[in-house]
Nanobody, 119 residues
Framework: QVRLVESGGGLVQPGGSMRLSCAAS????????MGWYRQAPGKERELVAT???????NYADSVKGRFTISRDNAKNTVYLQMDSLKPEDTAVYYC?????????????WGQGTQVTVSS
């Protein structure tokens, strides 16, 4: 069984920094694109950033210049470094990955981790 497990959420003050991690585990043959999405109360889930296994990245306009996505392919882990955080960044952050397991390709989601930006 393939799982994505996130860590690193919590409470941070405006202007602060936080790093999220997400590790894929299980019987994995290959991990392709990985990414982060977020969902604020009353809003739809939105893309934050994605990264291919070759290192190509894509960011939402709202986080460009403040957030950095990276990955460790040897550990099947993706990270999201968040700097200059704003109250509007408050949301549940979800990890996402396209994974080839023994059953074939599939899109997996993590359980979500709460990020709250508040003074």
């Amino acid at each position: 069984q393939v799982r994505l497990v996130e860590s690193g959420g919590g409470l941070v003050q405006p202007g602060g920094s936080m790093r999220l991690s997400c590790a894929a585990s299980g019987t994995i043959r290959r991990v392709d694109r990985m990414g982060w999405y977020r969902q604020a109360p009353g809003k739809e889930r939105e893309l934050v950033a994605t990264i291919t296994n070759g290192g190509s990245t894509n960011y939402a306009d709202s986080v460009k210049g403040r957030f950095t996505i990276s990955r460790d392919n040897a550990k099947n882990t993706v990270y999201l470094q968040m700097d200059s955080l704003k109250p509007e960044d408050t949301a549940v952050y979800y990890c996402n990955a396209n994974i080839m397991a023994t059953t074939g390709w599939g899109t997996r989601w993590g359980q979500g981790t709460q990020v709250t930006v508040s003074s």
